[in-house]
């Protein structure tokens, strides 16, 4: 599912109706990033952004029954065309990996592109360089084949 | 994004971050094989094949049966299919947060848009 010529990252890309300089906005102004970066059953969310390069973020979204908290460190800052921040969450097993996102302007539209990297601590990312997306998914299907036959 | 520590997946991340290993699954992916098997078609000795089959053990990547002096490696998906459903978690939470920013941006666009303006004019 996850759609990716290089099998190292996930890629999402989504084509939005309103120019980059909205879409950067969204994603760097801190009452707006709330709004939206708010998964499923998350009733509310605090989000700090010291928008610029070397600066931090701490989100900590909480459901009814749970709190997970999202930090990272901005690594470029370029308005409106790309925003590159590390991402250490629960869910990427309190490692730091990268994200980056492009806006791309498509006439009247824009076109985000969200490259998400496992792993990019230096000392892990060394262990870690490899298809293993790809790989994975190769022998995932193999193996459901298999046991269909 | 569910948890990706509590699934173990640190240690199948890392077993197959190595070409050698990766190359072993592939190979256990066709069918069940003995480590000198294993071994045969890799320009390295048998005790460093054993070497690579013991990380993919301990990861759950495969599973070892001993027959006398003959020890059978076999594939064990669960694993794989594990870390292959974490990456496409990964691929769900952002698609639904973009989800998300679509219907904000939207609601922005209409506060922010000028009576009778033009998306032009925000720009």
């Not at chain 1, 262990?127 to 193999?142: A, F, H, N, P, T």
């Amino acid at each position: 599912m996850h759609t990716t010529d290089d099998p190292n990252r996930v890629v999402v890309r989504r084509r939005i109706p309103a120019p980059r300089e909205v879409l950067f906005e969204a994603w760097t102004d801190a009452e707006g990033f709330r709004q939206w970066m708010c998964p499923g059953d998350v009733v509310s969310n605090e989000a700090i952004l010291d928008v610029r390069v070397g600066g931090s973020f701490r989100i900590l979204m909480k459901s009814k029954t749970a709190e997970y908290e999202h930090t990272g460190v901005y690594k470029i800052v370029d308005p409106p065309s790309k925003l590159v921040f590390t991402w250490t969450a629960k869910a990427t097993g309190d490692t730091p990996t990268l994200v980056t996102v492009e806006f791309f302007a498509a006439g009247e539209e824009t076109e985000i592109v969200l490259t998400h990297e496992k792993f990019t601590d230096p000392e892990v990312s060394k262990r870690y360089r490899g298809g293993w997306g790809q790989i994975l998914e190769k022998l995932s299907i193999y193996q459901a084949k298999k046991v269909q036959q | 994004m569910v948890d990706y520590s509590q699934r173990g997946l640190d240690g199948v991340f890392a077993a197959i971050a190595d070409p050698t290993r990766r190359a072993i699954l592939r190979r256990l992916a066709r069918k069940p094989a003995t480590i000198t098997e294993i071994a045969r078609p890799f320009a390295v000795s048998l005790n460093a094949v054993s070497k690579h089959v013991k990380v993919l053990e301990r990861a759950g990547l495969i599973s070892r049966e001993v027959m006398g002096r003959r020890h059978v490696c076999r594939l064990q998906p669960t694993s794989l299919k594990r870390a292959t459903a974490w990456l496409n978690e990964c691929t769900e939470f952002w698609q639904t947060r973009f989800d998300a920013l679509e219907r904000y941006v939207a609601g922005q666009m209409q506060t922010k848009k000028p009576t009778g303006g033009s998306r032009a004019h925000n720009r």
